[in-house]
């Protein structure tokens, strides 16, 4: 390391020597100590030459890399703020891109037409009103409608979700999600107070709440195409994130404060699959926080249902109390008609995870 630095310490004073020369040189010949003006001009046209040919060069670099890098962009975003996210984006990467390039090449284009001529005299504007107002203006112009598009997408994204949105609640717990449905009787989720969180109960769900009783559990996401979808976001040890990059949704599961994210899928599965081709291709839900030494595993599948496709598999779960019925001590005694209906005749069996098993006979 010292070597290194010492060989640094030895480039940059050698770099300094030469600018100083020059400067000195430069200066003789601006006080017209040194009257060699071919010089002179001949390195003015070598570096004007030079600034073009960079121009040219830049332009090609950045066009070949775009071009190249496309094929790694996220495809047609799956859900609808999706879409308009992502065309305020490019529009905002075009407007940009368009005024970095104008003003780049004026800039190039100025080095090599305006380089150093000793037959001609410069010419000088102290002010100019209107070539100030143009270059005030219009940017600002431009700025404000971006601002102002930009505000109202993320108005619309934020707003309270639809009445009719299927609701749905991730948690994220190291190493994996929780994911729990309000039923099919309701659109309401059951309160859930972590105090009752035991080996079956991972979720810790209140059965004094009657909007409890038709939640259930499932190990992946199905979301309906076509219908809002309101996640409630929670996490029960650490910080955790919820990202569906097919969907743009992004947002943060913070412990003791839950978070929740709205949108409206418009892609299903097969569809994804169909456009890029891929037969085997599902959704991902990964966790974008880095949360321990599991992190990398905490993923689920996401399936993108038609809406019947979605209504049949949701008729077709079980209600967390019906998978498990001995939870039916919990619930109040004024309540207990209510729930009995969601207990089969048949208790179901279970494993040690409230997974369903066989039915008894």
Not at 195 to 206: Q, V
Not at 216 to 244: C, M, N, W
Request: aromatic letters at 12%; charged letters at 20%; hydrophobic letters at 45%.
């Amino acid at each position: 390391m010292n070597f290194l630095i010492g060989l640094l310490s030895i480039i940059f004073f050698a770099l300094s020597i030469a600018v100083i020369s020059k400067s000195m040189k430069l200066n003789k010949k601006l006080s017209g100590e040194d009257s060699t003006d071919e010089a002179l001009d001949s390195a003015n046209n070598v570096n004007a030459t030079g600034m073009l040919l960079f121009w040219l060069l830049g332009t090609i670099a950045g066009v070949w890399s775009f071009l190249h890098a496309k094929p790694d962009f996220l495809p047609v975003a799956a859900s609808e703020h999706g879409l308009r996210t992502d065309s305020m984006f490019w529009t905002s990467m075009a407007v940009v891109t368009f005024a970095f390039f104008i003003s780049n090449s004026l800039l190039f284009f100025f080095a090599f037409r305006y380089r150093h001529d000793k037959n001609r005299k410069a010419t000088f504007y102290p002010v100019n009103h209107k070539l100030e107002l143009i270059w005030t203006v219009i940017p600002a112009i431009v700025m404000a409608i971006l601002v102002f598009t930009g505000w109202r997408t993320w108005r619309d994204i934020t707003s309270q979700a639809p009445s009719n949105a299927a609701v749905i609640e991730l948690t994220g717990h190291q190493f994996g999600w929780y994911v729990r449905y309000a039923g099919a009787d309701d659109s309401q989720l059951g309160h859930v107070n972590y105090k009752l969180i035991d080996e079956t109960n991972n979720l810790g769900i209140d059965f004094t709440d009657k909007n409890s009783f038709d939640d259930f559990t499932a190990t992946e996401l199905h979301l309906p195409k076509g219908q809002p979808v309101l996640l409630k976001i929670r996490a029960q040890d650490v910080l955790h994130s919820v990202y569906l990059p097919f969907h743009r949704v992004k947002m943060d599961a913070v412990p003791g404060m839950p978070t929740k994210f709205w949108f409206t899928p418009n892609m299903s599965t097969d569809e994804m699959r169909a456009k890029l081709g891929k037969p085997d291709f599902n959704f991902k839900l990964n966790c974008t926080e880095v949360c321990g030494r599991g992190h990398f595993g905490m993923s689920i599948t996401v399936f993108v249902d038609e809406p019947e496709d979605y209504k049949k598999w949701v008729s077709e779960q079980k209600p967390f109390l019906a998978t498990n019925p001995s939870y039916l001590d919990k619930v109040p005694a004024n309540l207990k008609a209510k729930a009995s209906k969601y207990i089969p005749a048949e208790p179901i069996a279970t494993d040690s995870t409230g997974t369903e098993a066989v039915s008894v006979k």
